[in-house]
Each structure stands twice: as structure tokens, then as C-alpha cells.
């Protein structure tokens, strides 16, 4: 009978490059890219206002977690809630229909017999049951 050895860490990105992960170089790749473009064609001034986001956002997709989420899923929800087209609705108020004749004729005989205020809640109970058990019938 064969043997086969089962992954016990499935969630865990496997190291390509040294420390980092596949993504994580990627990124980390890309934003040295884009600063080092900016170092080459800005002046200095330019160049500090630009390279400081870009490696910020590139450390950040590299490293940074949000409530044990990355943080690419979560910018990526981010965007996705501020683009999705929402309604909110405080109170709705639902349009009354208007009653048949047959359903007036038992909302009146409904009205009619509930009784007033009892002095025992008991027997407001009771009452309540037994209309219930009718209105089953």
C-alpha cells in the first residue's frame, strides 16, 4: 500500500524568492520599478513627493494585514464598496392595497368582537387563544 505525505500548512505561500513570497516580490518588484523610473526622469524635488507613496503603497501590498486579511484583498474590497452602486432606505413605507369586499367583511366582524380592556390579563390570554383556535377553522 502507497504512502502519500499530506500538507499540513495549506494556507501558507510558499517562499520563491529568499524571504519573500511570489506576490509579495511582485510587488515589492514593481514599486522599485516605478521609483527607480521616477528617480531617472523627476528632479528631486518631484521625486520625493512621488517615490514616497509608491514605496509606501508597495510596502504596504507586500506586508501590511487588516484584521488578518492582506491588504490587496482589502484595498481590492475597498474599491469594489466605493464603486458598487448602493440604497439605503431609512423607512419604507408599504403602500396599503385596497381591501375586497369579502376581506372588509371579515376585518369588521374581527373588529367587532374583540372586547375591551379585562381586568385579568388571564383572561385576555384565553380570549386570544380561542379566537386563534377559530380562526384556524
Same mark, same amino acid.
Given at each position: %500500500?502507497?504512502? !502519500?505525505?499530506?500538507?499540513? !500548512?495549506?494556507?501558507?505561500?510558499?517562499k520563491? !524568492?529568499?524571504?519573500?513570497?511570489?506576490?509579495?516580490?511582485?510587488?515589492?518588484?514593481?514599486?522599485? !520599478?516605478?521609483v527607480? %523610473?521616477?528617480?531617472?526622469?523627476? &528632479?528631486?524635488?518631484?521625486l520625493?513627493?512621488?517615490?514616497?507613496?509608491?514605496?509606501?503603497?508597495?510596502?504596504?501590498?507586500?506586508f +501590511?494585514?487588516?484584521? &488578518?486579511q492582506p491588504?490587496?484583498?482589502?484595498?481590492?474590497?475597498a474599491?469594489?464598496?466605493f464603486?458598487?452602486?448602493?440604497?439605503? +432606505? #431609512? =423607512?419604507?413605507?408599504?403602500?396599503?392595497?385596497?381591501? =375586497?369586499?369579502s &376581506?372588509?367583511?371579515k376585518? &369588521?366582524?374581527?373588529?367587532?368582537? /374583540?372586547?375591551?380592556l379585562?381586568?385579568?390579563?388571564l /383572561?385576555?390570554?384565553? #380570549?386570544? +387563544?380561542?379566537?386563534?383556535? =377559530?380562526m384556524?377553522?
Open positions: %500500500m502507497k504512502q !502519500f505525505q499530506v500538507p499540513q !500548512f495549506i494556507t501558507i505561500e510558499d520563491i !524568492f529568499g524571504p519573500f513570497t511570489f506576490k509579495q516580490f511582485l510587488f515589492l518588484g514593481g514599486g522599485a !520599478f516605478l527607480v %523610473m521616477a528617480y531617472v526622469f523627476l &528632479e528631486t524635488f518631484l520625493i513627493i512621488v517615490s514616497i507613496p509608491i514605496a509606501a503603497l508597495a510596502l504596504s501590498l507586500a +501590511l494585514k487588516i484584521n &488578518e491588504f490587496p484583498l482589502t484595498l481590492l474590497n474599491i469594489k464598496f464603486l458598487k452602486p448602493r440604497l439605503y +432606505l #431609512w =423607512k419604507q413605507i408599504k403602500e396599503k392595497r385596497p381591501l =375586497k369586499p &376581506e372588509e367583511k376585518e &369588521e366582524t374581527f373588529v367587532k368582537n /374583540i372586547p375591551k379585562s381586568e385579568s390579563k /383572561i385576555d390570554l384565553a #380570549w386570544s +387563544l380561542d379566537i386563534q383556535e =377559530k384556524r377553522k
